[in-house]
């Protein structure tokens, strides 16, 4: 291909990447949708590289395809990007690299001022990685991708709680040793959001007490609750309902029809409960989601 060699200080627009990456195709994206400080996309490119690339904003990157190599470094080291491969530049890192075959990705750029402030004001110290396979931030990054391809169906509520887990999942796994701080709040670190966060997820149906959350934080429980609220933007139980009426979208998404079933599933009291709850969230019945479905 014709890629281009040079010194790049990029702003993450779609319309420069295309730009500089003459080789890649956006096939969805969030431009257009109210996420201050975030950018999501995913697409496909042929081979290109750079001399040196630096980016303004930070950059989480998943291989949503085959394996790929890619030379990295002044040293041309090679690795090969396994498929759910994770590449992480953080804003302003210089390097060059080569992209040595076509690829798939998914993507999020999150601005620096946009992660320090879901940090609680404290400067990110993260380093480059690229390689390494983690699910739960494939995940994460697969879950904005699906979001702003359905144009932000979730609201602006679940991208900040999405942007917590994502920040939650940076500092925990590229090297910030500062943990958040919380004005007026005992602090609730990464590692210990990642752990409430789990406990909830795993606990879905039942729900867990605010007490028992408290304890995975390490925190009385009136601390924990403000703490929690401060990162999140969201009650514990608030955040507990927003992720049950997710996962049920997700189920009713993915083909079961039966809304009694769904509902009792994901821990809401009856049909006609989560009936109110999700349409309060989504706009739309339960029942209008499945006839979307079924004529898409």
Do not use: C
């Amino acid at each position: 291909m014709g890629a281009r060699s040079r010194d790049l200080f990029l702003d993450p627009t779609w319309t420069e990447f295309r730009e500089v990456i003459p080789a890649a195709t956006i096939l969805s994206s969030s431009e257009g949708l109210p996420w201050p400080g975030l950018r999501v996309a995913q697409g496909m490119s042929r081979p290109w590289n750079v001399r040196n690339l630096a980016l303004a904003d930070h950059l989480l990157a998943v291989n949503a395809g085959a394996p790929f190599p890619v030379s990295i470094g002044r040293g041309g080291e090679e690795i090969v990007m396994e498929p759910g491969a994770i590449w992480f530049s953080p804003a302003g890192d210089w390097y060059p690299h080569e992209v040595l075959a076509p690829y798939s990705f998914a993507l999020v750029t999150i601005t620096p001022q946009k992660l320090d402030s879901l940090l609680g004001g404290d400067p990110a110290r993260i380093q480059r990685h690229f390689g390494t396979v983690w699910p739960q931030i494939e995940h994460l990054v697969r879950t904005f991708v699906a979001e702003a391809q359905g144009g932000g169906p979730s609201g602006p509520a679940f991208v900040d709680a999405l942007s917590a887990a994502l920040a939650a999942q940076i500092v925990e796994t590229f090297g910030v040793r500062t943990p958040p701080a919380i004005r007026g709040a005992a602090a609730l670190p990464p590692a210990r959001l990642r752990r409430v966060l789990q406990a909830m997820e795993a606990n879905l149906e039942s729900g867990l007490p605010v007490e028992t959350l408290a304890r995975e934080a390490g925190l009385s429980a009136a601390h924990f609750a403000r703490a929690f609220k401060r990162v999140t933007g969201r009650s514990p139980h608030q955040y507990l309902i927003a992720m049950r009426l997710e996962r049920a979208r997700m189920a009713l998404i993915g083909g079961r029809p039966d809304l009694g079933e769904v509902a009792f599933r994901f821990g809401f009291a009856d049909q006609a409960h989560f009936t109110r709850l999700y349409r309060r969230r989504y706009g739309i019945t339960p029942g209008q989601t499945l006839k979307q479905e079924r004529r898409a």
